[in-house]
C-alpha cells in the first residue's frame, strides 16, 4: 500500500502519526510550494518533517527559512477565551482598563 506520507520526509513519533497523515495530505494542495511542522511534547521533539520544493526544483529541508505570517491568532484567542471564562478579562470594558497607554491622547 501507498502510504499517505510518501511525500513527507523527516521523523516522527508513532504516535503523532495522523497528524503527520494530515501535514502530507496538505502537500498538494500547496502553491506556496512547501512546508514544514515541528512539534514538542513536554519539550521533546516529538514531529519535524518536511515536504514540498523551497524553491522551483530546490527541494524543502530540514533547515529551509520561511516566513510566518498570522501564526498567533489562533492561540490569543483561546488565551483570550480562557480568560474570560475566569473572569479576568471582560470584553465589554474599554482597552484602556488592560492598557493604560492606549488611553492616552
Known amino acids: 500500500m501507498v502510504s499517505a506520507l510518501s511525500n513527507v520526509v523527516g521523523t516522527f513519533?508513532?504516535?503523532f502519526e495522523p497528524l503527520v497523515e494530515f501535514f502530507a495530505k496538505q502537500g498538494p494542495e500547496n502553491p506556496?510550494?512547501?512546508?514544514?511542522?515541528?512539534?514538542?511534547?513536554?519539550?521533546?521533539?516529538v514531529v519535524n518533517v518536511w515536504q514540498g520544493e523551497a524553491n522551483p526544483g530546490q527541494a524543502w529541508g530540514e533547515d529551509t527559512l520561511?516566513?510566518?505570517f498570522s501564526c498567533t491568532k489562533g492561540i490569543i484567542s483561546i488565551?483570550?477565551?480562557?480568560?474570560?471564562?475566569?473572569?479576568?478579562?471582560?470584553?465589554?470594558?474599554p482597552v484602556a482598563q488592560y492598557w493604560p497607554e492606549f488611553g492616552r491622547d
Not at 506556496?32 to 521533539?45: R, T
Not at 488565551?79 to 470594558?93: I, P
Open 32 to 45: 506556496a510550494g512547501g512546508s514544514s511542522l515541528a512539534v514538542f511534547h513536554n519539550g521533546v521533539p
Open 66 to 68: 520561511s516566513t510566518v
Open 13 to 15: 513519533d508513532a504516535r
Open 79 to 93: 488565551l483570550a477565551a480562557r480568560l474570560v471564562e475566569h473572569g479576568l478579562l471582560d470584553l465589554e470594558a
